[in-house]
Nanobody, 127 residues
Framework: QVHLVASGGGLAQTGGSLRLSCTSS????????IGWFRQAPGKDREFVAS????????QYVDSVKGRFTISRNRAEKTVYLQMDSLRAEDTAVYSC????????????????????WGQGTQVTVSS
């Protein structure tokens, strides 16, 4: 599977925005569905969002719907996570991972099938 690198984290105020990037230098990047995950201190890793290989299908965990937007740029080999209206509970280390694309609604769990998480990036939201 592809090796992914997450970047773009930092410190934001409540209600603010950040944009994360997930990049790969490998030519097969475009064939994978890409997911963003986050892990807060003392908590399990949580699925946040995913995007299909052609960018046309996306999924989100309920807590970020309407606030986060996932997208991808094939030429740049990058998947973005635009995070708006940030809340303190969004504070976590964010990482990305690939999953084989099996078609719409193939996986019964949002997080199923993802593996090989890359190095994460810290997002801290403060008031």
């Amino acid at each position: 599977q592809v090796h992914l690198v997450a970047s773009g984290g930092g410190l934001a105020q409540t209600g603010g925005s950040l944009r994360l990037s997930c990049t790969s230098s490998e030519p097969t990047f475009y064939i994978y569905e890409i997911g963003w995950f986050r892990q807060a201190p003392g908590k399990d890793r949580e699925f946040v969002a995913s995007v299909s290989p052609n960018g046309g299908e996306t999924q989100y965990v309920d807590s970020v719907k309407g606030r986060f937007t996932i997208s991808r740029n094939r030429a740049e080999k990058t998947v973005y996570l635009q995070m708006d209206s940030l809340r303190a509970e969004d504070t976590a280390v964010y990482s990305c991972a690939p999953r084989a694309w099996r078609g719409t609604n193939y996986y019964t769990e949002l997080s199923a099938g993802f593996a090989n998480w890359g190095q994460g990036t810290q997002v801290t939201v403060s008031s």
